[in-house]
């Protein structure tokens, strides 16, 4: 037929996205920070339960009981040459396991799997790596990742609200002229919580006020206690802002 719009940009896969950031296991990263790692062509994973059997008598039956599980992610995909969907780096990502290891480190990254309508995420190690030249512009690679951090591991819905677990203001204490301003920050933990809006209050108007972004004016020579509280789960912070006479 003539005339019929048609498109290559696809690949196969999109169904199923690998998403990988660098950083430690004690702080999750952000949204920003995720990087698509080419488009997934086959994806298995195998929790591995690893369960105890007790042979005391039940009925005529054994017992079992998982103790512990062990994911593990094997991951074949492509992506074409200056694709969009290299945002991570394969060659990249290659180059930064061999320095690791040279340098006697664990090589580790973060892994957000994209599997029907949930993500399942982890601090993992890449215990398997692999690449292929594709044909023409294609680039094939595979990769084995193994959980590095248990505290790490989640499967979520996708769509679903991370709640806020904590604030911090900074600084906490400050001392401020009667007439001049400070600027507050707050920092809502986890970094990829859904809703991080918090509201600012002041202890005593009268010797210092703050507005919704956490800017405190100092009024009158004395102490107030400035709050930063959030929207998800009522956490909060404080910081003692002292006014003195100019």
Known sequence: MQGCPQTF?????REKTLELAYGCADTVPSEADWKLMGLPTSVTWDM??????????DGGFSANMISSLDPTYSIEGEVRKDDRTDE???QQFTKYIVAEVKARRQPTVWMRLHWGN???IGYMVPTGASDGGGVKEIVTYSYEFKLADGTTFNIIDDGESIDVTGVTVSPTTASVV???TRQLSAAVAPSDATDKTVTWTSSDATKATVNGSGLVTAVAAGTATITAKTTDGNKTSTSVITVTSA
């Open 48 to 57: 591995s339960p690893e369960s105890l059997t007790s042979d005391a008598d």
């Open 178 to 180: 009667v007439g001049a």
């Open 118 to 120: 949930t993500y399942h």
């Open 9 to 13: 940009d696809r690949l196969i896969g």
């Open 88 to 90: 991570f780096g394969i």
